[in-house]
């Protein structure tokens, strides 16, 4: 089951792929809104970066590359990104979050749902392979 950050990316593609938002964190906020009602929740920014890191990429179906992410350092890009690289390599990783985490960041960190971010894209078939 995909959490709610899974969902709002699925969700924030598909709002900007039809010509909803007019950029990818627009449509992250848009998305994420009607998941939840925690500001918490809407603020978190470990999976949005994530998303909007993807979108920077290029990775996204539908969505352009460009600079979306207005703080730096981009670490939870480049945890995207790599997550990306190690699925194309191995798909059956889309099963486990944890495991694909570890590949992507082999140290004691725990995931904060970027790779939630991740997964719920691929199995969607938003990821471009």
């Known amino acids: 089951m995909t959490n709610q950050y899974g969902r709002a990316a699925v969700i924030a593609t598909d709002k900007q792929r039809n010509g909803e938002c007019n950029s990818p964190r627009e449509a992250w906020s848009k998305a994420i809104k009607t ?8 603020n978190k920014s470990c999976p949005r970066s994530a998303y909007l890191g993807l ?7 539908g969505v352009p590359a460009g600079e979306y992410i207005t703080k730096l350092p981009k670490l939870n ?3 995207a990104v790599k997550a990306v690289s190690e699925l194309r390599k191995n798909s059956r990783l889309q099963d486990s979050p944890i495991k ?3 590949l992507v960041i082999p140290e004691p960190k ?7 971010v991740v997964i719920a894209l691929w199995k969607k078939q938003k990821i471009k392979r």
């Open 55 to 61: 979108c920077e990429a290029g990775l996204v179906k």
């Open 110 to 116: 725990a995931h904060d749902s970027q790779m939630d």
């Open 100 to 102: 694909l985490w570890e």
């Open 77 to 79: 890009k480049g945890y």
């Open 35 to 42: 998941l939840t009602k925690s500001i918490y929740a809407q």
